[in-house]
């Protein structure tokens, strides 16, 4: 009988196995027969391989991106291969750009999870003549052809920090900040400039503790948000950067019904937050259209390999109007997208 | 009460007692019943975890997919919310489905360490990332807000009696429980056999697979209560928010006196572990400790308490010996 429960069991597990191998082989399989043909393609009527990389795939952040992605493939006649390593590891993901390099791509544009680990993989594919650009997060400067980015990071900081005076309805007072952690470089910059902010313009707002670090998980960003509203009992706003951070304080702010005494804002995705947003327990949720930027990455792509170059002020088709930076090459999408309990139940992401 | 400081949890149980007296003298607000509500209402999932690990752990063995299997119940509840109806009836039957599916992916972990007798830390390494590998292509990563959870289950997840949560009530009911296996059950008293001495154990007649399927599978049980107990405390399912979470519930094991090499452990031990690293986690933001002391801080309490832990132990077991010389 165990035997046989044992057997039954082993069956299950290696079905279960072969049925992921099956549906990943047909999947594969599919794409690389798209792939082939828009290879073939490419050479009869110059189509292009634009191949984008995230910092990982499988979250819905990325997953945005994807679909932005793939719908500028489609609208603008290009193939857009998105992909990427399942976990934000560098190494993982040199693997997967060192494949498109081999499949011979025309551009590569990468969200890359360690700057220094993907430089040697990026020359390579520069010295086989293929187009390297970054997005979301910068990679070696000197090494890419252009740089993509969602928004300032300077005026994203500063403007959470100003949608933060602005829901606590007062210029004085405690806040908190939370962090993602404590060494992602883009969260640190981002409350830099905030707390700049904070000094520059709301001298009598008063920042308690340093930046506190979430772990990047909703449960710890919302133990965090309790304490701290035990700790300092006349805390007036929470600033919580990172998305899972905002959700994790919310909740904390929504469960103590103190929605009107304390306000938060945060860097967060629209459907995530929105019954946070509804009773206002999350006063605004900021951010960049995720979507757009998969589009824009891809409409750039494009621009690159036809050897064509964005100017300052450009109207990007589906995103708007982006600025370039002096150095020519850094793309800045656009302002910070506020959401709010009004348009959070528009967007898809 | 001489036996209470013989006992090996009293370190542990001075530390936890000592930080707290430091603490209430930094705030104000720390012993308070809120707080405290607070504090352990934030660890449930991490105790009830703890509790099945500290049984692995007493038979020298060790469980590295417990976030995994608790995060892929906790994605099958989400995805049962959408078949059962809005009633009290659905809160019952989610006690009935997620556990069961938990004991299932426990059972797999077990079969594997028992039967073939694989190493459970390959194992369980294993099935972590087959399972962690099939929750993000089935949920593609993405987040589940209360929005689609049924009224019954949030109104469930927020019933308190006589001002306790309910989710304490819950933890109790598995320590309780896990208690009365360990001390009064034939399985339970295998199970700390096997881990005190396996060849005397198996030679008087223990069933040595048996007692390894049991853990392992009733690991799988305990991590889809915790599933339960984990989606109604953040009212949300994140495919992503438990990674990790499976080296915080081994270090409260470790830090409530268990031995990693097997035989010594016990759930009060464990629930004293959890509680120090609850305490600690909330006390250095009541504390005002600025963020990257908390670090420091930590560890440094984390060594001294094992350390603490070991010299006592030691001593213990030194007197041990001298008897046994003398007589």
Redesign the interface.
């Known amino acids: 009988m165990k035997k046989l429960v044992f057997s039954l069991l082993m069956l299950m597990f290696l079905v279960g196995i072969l049925a992921g191998c099956v549906s990943e082989n047909t999947s594969g399989s599919s794409e690389e027969g798209s792939n082939d043909s828009g290879g073939e393609e490419s050479s009869d009527d110059g189509e292009m391989n634009i191949a984008v990389v995230p910092k990982l795939v499988g979250i819905p952040y990325f997953n945005a991106s994807e679909t932005g992605a793939v719908q500028a493939g489609e609208e603008l006649g290009v193939n857009v291969e998105y992909t990427g390593p399942t976990q934000a590891d560098a190494s993982a993901q040199v693997k997967v750009i060192e494949d498109l390099v081999s499949k011979n791509s025309d551009v590569i544009a990468v969200a890359p999870n360690d700057p220094a680990s993907v430089e040697p993989v990026l020359k390579k594919a520069k010295d086989q003549g293929i187009k390297v650009m970054d997005w979301d997060t910068p990679a070696d400067k000197e090494l890419v052809d252009l740089s993509v980015k969602q928004v300032d990071d300077e005026e994203f900081g500063r403007h959470m920090a100003g949608k933060l005076v602005e829901a606590m309805g007062t210029e004085e007072g405690k806040i908190a900040i939370l962090t993602g952690g404590l060494s992602a470089a883009n969260l640190n910059l981002w409350i830099d400039a905030a707390k700049k902010e904070f000094d520059e313009n709301y001298p009598d707002i008063e920042i308690v503790s340093e930046k506190i670090p979430t772990d990047e998980k909703q449960q710890v960003a919302y133990q965090k948000t309790l304490d701290l509203l035990k700790s300092y009992p006349d805390l007036k706003g929470v600033l919580a950067v990172s998305t899972p951070a905002p959700l994790g304080a919310a909740q904390a702010v929504q469960e103590k019904g103190l929605q009107d005494e304390v306000s938060v804002v945060g860097s967060a995705l629209p459907n995530d937050s929105e019954p946070f947003l509804e009773d206002g327990s999350l006063d605004t949720a900021v951010l960049w259209n995720p979507k757009k930027l998969g589009y824009l990455t891809a409409a750039l792509g494009k621009m690159l390999a036809g050897g064509e170059m964005p100017e300052d002020g450009q109207e990007i088709e589906n995103v708007g109007e982006i600025s370039v930076k002096d150095d020519g090459k850094t793309v800045i999408m656009g302002p910070p997208a506020d959401f709010t309990k009004e348009n959070a139940g528009d967007f898809d992401f | 009460m001489k036996s209470l400081f013989k006992q090996k949890e009293f370190s542990i149980l001075a530390i936890v007692l000592l930080i707290s007296s430091i603490l209430t003298f930094v ?1 104000p ?1 720390f012993l ?1 019943v ?2 405290l509500l ?1 504090l352990i209402e ?1 660890n449930v999932v991490i105790g009830i975890l703890a509790i099945g690990m500290t049984l692995i752990i007493i038979t020298s063995d060790i469980d590295v997919s417990v976030a995994a299997v608790t995060t892929a119940v906790a994605v099958s509840i989400s995805y049962l919310f959408g078949f059962l109806p809005d009633s009290w009836i659905s809160v019952l039957l989610l006690f009935l489905f997620a556990p069961v599916i938990g004991l299932v992916m426990g ?2 972990n077990g ?1 594997l360490v028992s ?1 073939i007798e694989i190493p459970a830390i390959v194992v369980t390494l294993g099935t972590l990332n087959i399972i962690a ?2 929750v ?2 089935i ?5 589940v ?3 689609s959870f049924p009224q019954s289950f949030l109104s469930f997840s927020n019933i308190e009696i006589l001002g306790i949560p309910i989710l304490i009530y819950l933890l109790a009911i598995v320590a309780v429980g896990t208690w009365f296996i360990l001390k009064h059950t034939l399985i339970g008293r295998s199970v700390l056999a096997i881990g005190g001495n396996t060849q005397s154990s198996v030679r008087v007649g223990i069933n040595y697979q048996r007692v390894k399927l049991f853990v392992f599978a009733y690991m799988g049980f305990l991590a889809g209560i915790a599933a339960i107990a ?1 989606t109604a ?4 399912v ?1 495919p ?2 438990m990674i ?1 979470l499976e080296l915080t519930v081994i270090a409260a094991v470790v830090l409530g006196g268990a031995n990693i090499h097997g035989g010594r452990g016990s759930i009060h031990g464990t629930l004293l572990g959890v509680l120090l690293l609850a305490i600690m ?2 006390g250095m ?2 504390a ?1 400790i ?3 002391w908390q670090n420091v801080v930590t560890g440094a309490i984390i060594v001294i308490a094992v350390s603490y832990d070991q010299i006592s132990y030691k001593r213990s077991q030194d007197k041990l010996a001298n008897i046994e010389v003398e007589a």
């Open positions: 705030s607000v308070t809120g707080n607070d934030g059972l797999f079969l039967k590998g099939l993000l292509y949920t593609n990563g993405n987040y807000n209360s929005t984990q405390y953040t009212k949300a994140d992503n928010g990790g986690q909330n933001i009541l005002r600025d963020t990257y």
